[in-house]
């Protein structure tokens, strides 16, 4: 039988037996951290889905094709590659007509995972509307795909480099549920706190799948965001981070950075200016949501 994507045999393995898949993207890896972090980070949460009782299936494209569940040798030549495109919901079938290599964003992470019948993924943050969209028009289409394809997608809310207000907005217009883990008030990322009410607060895994059952049982489609915010004590306090996100925007702003590159720029550009506390939190809260998604997965598996 040809797929149009290809499962590793472990992740083929579980699907075929119902048991409990974790997408996990691959932008964060070859643009959100630096080489060697970004391995370490990637084979950190593989394992830490494992011991959770899930499958990881991290999800890109590979000389034109689409795996879903890399090998290790994979995993590394993926961190160390240069070169490989930025995909997304636009040039992802690009990518896979022309033989190219790229990583997946959220939104293209989303697309794969369903095109695999994985229901679960755990990112970083999701992409938003960019502050002062009101001239770029810079809105990312990880909103698009929460409105479209139905996956779970387990975050610490939206990058604050982002205007975390309107990402909210445009989330509430498209009919995009977004779930706050255990808190009144929406993290913001590596922190806490955004100063934005939760609009739908579950504090356990099984209530959030049963919500998504819900959901599609009435016939309402796309996925749902869940924001968890990090551990405590890993957190950057807003005012701390707020600083270096300033100073990144405006240094990015003089070097003209635009569309794609935005967001790599700024998290290197936040990465020096905080001497590494900005990749510490990050990888923190990127494991954190992969113990919550394990854990939904199981809980979506169970009927
Ligand atoms: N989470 C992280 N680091 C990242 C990302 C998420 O901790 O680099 C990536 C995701 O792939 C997300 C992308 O889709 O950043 C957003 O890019 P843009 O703003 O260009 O849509
Ligand atoms: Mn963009």
Redesign the pocket.
């Known amino acids: 039988m040809t797929h149009s994507y290809r499962p590793s045999p472990a992740v083929a393995a579980a699907l075929a037996e119902g048991r409990p898949v974790v997408a996990l993207?691959?932008?964060?890896i070859t643009?959100?951290?630096p080489w060697p972090d970004n391995l370490a980070m990637a084979r950190g949460v593989e394992a830490l889905v494992r011991e959770n009782g899930a499958e990881p299936a991290t999800i890109v494209v590979m000389d034109g094709e689409i795996r879903v569940g890399l090998e290790d040798a994979d995993l590394e030549r993926l961190a160390q590659a240069r070169d490989v495109l930025?995909l997304?919901r636009a040039d992802l079938a690009y990518a896979v007509s022309a033989g190219r290599t790229g990583?997946?964003?959220?939104?293209?992470?989303m697309i794969g995972a369903h095109l695999a019948g994985i229901r679960v993924f755990a990112?970083?943050?999701?992409?938003?509307v960019?502050r002062e969209a009101e001239t770029s028009f810079?809105i990312?289409?990880?909103l698009d795909e929460l409105a479209r394809t139905p996956v779970i997608v387990v975050?610490?809310g939206a990058?604050a480099i982002?205007d975390l207000k309107k990402t909210f907005e445009v989330l509430e217009t498209k009919g995009v549920p977004v779930v706050g883990y255990g808190c009144d008030e929406l993290p913001a990322?590596w922190s806490r706190d955004s100063g934005i009410a939760t609009p739908i607060r579950l504090d356990d895994a099984y209530a959030i799948a049963s919500f998504q059952k819900t959901r599609l049982s009435l016939g309402i489609e796309g996925g749902m965001l869940i924001a968890n915010p990090l551990p405590a004590e890993h957190e950057i306090d807003s005012g701390t981070i707020g600083g270096w996100i300033d100073q990144a925007l405006a240094d990015a702003s003089r070097a003209g950075i635009l569309?794609?590159a935005?967001?790599?720029y700024l998290?290197k550009r936040i990465f020096e200016l905080s001497d590494g506390r900005s990749l510490a939190s990050?990888i923190e809260?990127?494991r954190s949501n992969a113990r919550l998604a394990a854990a939904i997965a199981t809980a979506l598996a169970k009927g």
């Open positions: 993207e691959s932008t964060i643009h959100g951290m930025k997304s990583s997946t964003t959220v939104a293209a992470t990112t970083g943050g999701i992409g938003g960019h810079d990312s289409a990880d975050s610490a990058k982002l990322f569309g794609k935005t967001t790599p998290l990050n809260l990127v």
